[in-house]
């Protein structure tokens, strides 16, 4: 897909990988619909306008139906297709399993994984009338081995990979792609607190000796929606680490 003149709709782009996600589709000469729960900085929206490309803010949250109804309907009032739809939106709430509560457990799966089926589920009707389009999900490599502390994370990020490959296969009946990334260590707020001495053990299980950097994420995303010949893939973006 030539990405000029097209319509990327990117959830929980107000910073991190999100924010760079939307940043390379505006360079790549797309428009763009940022998003997040409560604001977006105004200076972010005027940095990708000052791509040449159009943009604009949808505020509302991914795990409220309603909210979905509405943003999608607006989307839609603001372009007259979208063209790719970034899942980026998602949540953490790390504990051991042994003490995590029920409401711990159904508030990330509520975001990261019913989320993500609301707004594909609510883009994808669209896309097929079309007959076209690209659904890009971040999922993580926490989704494809696990981690400690982390059930909730990865039971949300192991059914994304799910929902990723029947969207791919259901989509293909009318030229629609769906694809994953799944991140390792990014560099990012979480991985700025942490001391030397946790970073450099963290790096010592990554072949490439480094975290990443968002905006390998971001390339990626791009890549994913420009080719089309790939579909229901999980890419690992994590320097080795999967190994």
Known sequence: MDLQGKTAFITGSSRGIGKQI????????????????????????EEIKSYGVQCVTILGDISRADDV??????????FPQIDVLVNNAGI??????????????RSV?????VGTYSMTRA???????????VIINLASV????????QANY??????????????????????????AIAPGMIESDMTDVLSDK?????????????????NEVAKTAVFLAQNDYITGQVISVDGGMTI
Request: glycine content about 10%; hydrophobic content about 45%; aromatic content about 4%.
């Open 154 to 179: 990865a039971a949300s990020k192991a059914g994304v990979i799910g929902l990723t490959k029947t969207v791919a296969k259901e989509g293909a009946l009318r030229n629609i792609r769906c694809n």
């Open 109 to 113: 799966i509520d975001v990261n994984l």
């Open 142 to 149: 926490v989704g494809l081995h696990g981690n400690v502390g």
């Open 92 to 105: 953490t709430n790390d504990k051991l399993l042994i003490g995590m509560k029920e409401e711990d457990f």
């Open 198 to 214: 946790v970073k450099n053990q963290l790096m010592a299980g990554i072949p490439l000796k480094r975290f990443g950097d968002s």
């Open 69 to 78: 109804k509405r943003m999608v309907k607006e989307a839609y009032g603001s």
């Open 123 to 133: 883009i994808l009707k669209k896309m097929n009338k079309k007959r076209t389009g």
């Open 22 to 45: 939307a940043l390379a589709f505006a360079q790549a000469k797309a428009n763009v619909i940022l998003n997040a729960r409560k604001e977006v900085p105004a200076q972010l929206e």
